[in-house]
């Protein structure tokens, strides 16, 4: 029987931001069955996955209101490190839809900084996607943004004992909760950008969660005028990828102002200590820099765009990003540090730790071409996993681009038709090679209708975004992906997207195929499709207690 979790209770501790960077809560919660204790668990050996739904309704926008709320058009004048002064001009937007879901998401087109705050849930699955329980993260605690696709990545800490992920907490005298507008896009309280047109300030924070449901948030100042994408604990530490800028800084007055200068040093991959007093400028630990100097290009691109990431794991001891939107930067996997050691260190260590490319992966510009100026083609690399040593599977979400009218039905373009999907590369000799894409069973590009979402809107599956996996004792990789969409709505962000699961042959150099064991071999089987209204974000085998140490 299907169990319903109803919580009996939530008791929150909220301490001062400013003063002890952290916020604790317990979530409480029962079923009718008396065999159970009376406490929400994650069980052992099985998945979590994040998910949001929206919560607003009509009046949570209104057509013709300025956006983003409180948005004042005006030039501001900042002071240059070197002496003088430079201007920068700031527009606001007007709302052309009202808060009906999902045509909310046309303000997207008139407000780049469009979203809308939306409580986080944790569903506790099986690995057939059969749902044991939930997870009602509190909203007064940290909220996450609709329709941040790159938003609520799930890891599991190297200890087994937790899971992370990031979201927003407000500063002072900004409230932490659902229906709250652009706070993607909002400053943090300790790096405010006065050329940003979104005025209220937000943490990004780390929200830290045990086998028994007991959530601990950390608050940071890191990806001011952005968002925090991922956060993995490892020797009892957070380390996190973002980006970050919502302002009007060009190239030159982002290095020729101060707050120019403490942007680029609050994105990319960053360094946070559980617990801490969120840090300022100018230690905000931001861990290495990459330029595209460094790969051979001749010019520098926009400060602080190359460590646009997105995707975050730790394998043996080393942190590996991606980078997979933007128009600035490589499209690629990164390694950040040196292999085998976590950063770690003061604020200037950090800074002088190396960020490279992995040998074999793309070097070619984000914008397309490579670096004798010739076209090359681009990818959209997001979430990763390594297998072993030499075997990393990479989600690639595609390029989102609607095809109109269909092609036979297929709505997606040749380039995410050839290398969507789940990527399996294989290293040899110290250079990683893609061996094949995992996509049948996908459907890339064929729309899916889904109950109570207009079908003028169909989303279509164009990649995938986040990704776990375990290998198994009969030499299989037992993969989960959570998808990327392509549609006509205004934020496919948006759309409802899946879970789904797929077996590899972990030693196989080619596209596997027929059966092993019972399973179909790289065929991709939807274990869970998101409702109207909801959309499906990260993906991570469950935090254990000590005493379940078995479960992968």
Not at 71 to 96: D, E, F, Q
Not at 153 to 173: C, E, Q, V
Request: aromatic fraction near 8%.
């Amino acid at each position: 029987m299907k169990k319903i979790l109803a919580f009996l209770g939530i008791a929150a501790l909220a301490l001062s931001s400013a003063t002890h960077g952290v916020s604790a809560a317990t979530l409480v919660a029962d079923d009718n069955n008396s065999d159970r204790p009376q406490h929400f668990e994650f069980k052992p050996g099985t998945l979590v996955l994040s998910r949001t739904a929206y919560a607003g309704n009509a009046s949570t926008v209104t057509v013709g209101q300025t956006l983003p709320p409180g948005c004042v058009a005006r030039t501001v004048t900042l002071p240059l490190l070197a002496g003088g002064t430079t201007t920068v001009k700031v527009k606001c937007a007007t709302a052309v839809a009202d808060g009906t879901y999902p045509t909310v998401f046309n303000n997207d087109g008139p407000d780049g900084s469009f979203g809308i705050t939306s409580p986080i849930f944790l569903d506790n699955l099986k690995t057939n996607g059969e749902q044991l329980g939930t997870l009602a993260v509190p909203t007064d605690s940290i909220i996450t943004s609709f329709s941040s696709k790159s938003e609520l990545a799930l890891n599991r800490s190297t200890d087994g004992r937790s899971i992370t992920f990031m979201g927003y907490h407000g500063g002072p005298g900004f409230v932490t909760g659902p229906n709250q507008l652009d706070v993607s896009n909002s400053n943090t309280p300790g790096v405010i950008d006065p050329t940003n047109p979104v005025s209220s300030q937000y943490f990004r924070s780390v929200a830290e969660v045990d086998a028994n449901g007991h959530v601990q948030v950390t608050d940071g100042n890191a990806y001011s005028g952005n968002n925090g994408r991922a956060a993995f604990k490892s020797n009892g530490l957070f380390f996190m990828t973002g980006n970050d800028n919502n302002g009007g800084l060009s190239s030159p007055q982002l290095l020729a102002t101060q707050i120019g200068q403490n942007l680029i040093n609050s994105t990319g991959a960053e360094f946070l200590v559980p617990g801490q007093a969120a840090p300022i400028p100018p230690g905000i630990n931001k861990i290495g820099d990459f330029e595209i100097t460094q790969a051979g290009y001749a010019a520098l691109d926009k400060a602080g765009k190359d460590n646009n990431f997105r995707g975050l794991t730790v394998f043996n001891n080393t942190m590996f990003v991606t980078k997979g939107s933007g128009g600035n930067g490589i499209n690629t996997v990164y390694q950040v540090g040196n292999s085998g050691v976590l950063p770690s260190g003061n604020t200037a260590q950090l800074a002088a730790l190396p960020i490279t490319i992995l040998p074999g992966f793309p070097t070619s510009l984000a914008s397309g071409v490579d670096q004798n100026g010739n076209p090359a083609p681009i990818a959209f690399p997001f979430g990763i996993w390594f297998a072993d040593a030499n075997t990393l599977y990479v989600c690639d979400e595609g390029d989102g681009t609607l095809v109109t009218p269909a092609v036979n039905g297929n709505v997606a373009d040749a380039a995410s038709q050839a290398t969507a999907g789940v990527q399996k590369w294989i290293r040899s000799n110290g250079v990683w090679q893609m061996a094949y894409v995992l996509q049948k069973g996908l459907d890339i590009g064929i729309p899916y209708s889904v109950a109570n979402y207009p079908a003028s809107l169909n989303p279509a599956t164009g990649g995938c975004r986040n990704i776990t996996g375990r290998v198994r004792g009969d030499g299989t990789a037992e993969i989960y992906a959570v998808t990327s969409t392509i549609s006509p709505s205004g934020d496919q962000g948006a759309d409802p997207n899946k879970l789904v699961k797929v077996i590899d042959l972990l030693r196989s150099t080619r596209l596997p195929g027929g059966n092993h064991d019972g399973d179909p071999l790289g065929q991709f089987v939807t274990i869970r499709t998101a409702q109207a209204g909801e959309v499906l974000r990260g993906i991570a085998f469950a935090p254990q207690n000590k005493d379940n140490d078995n479960d992968n």
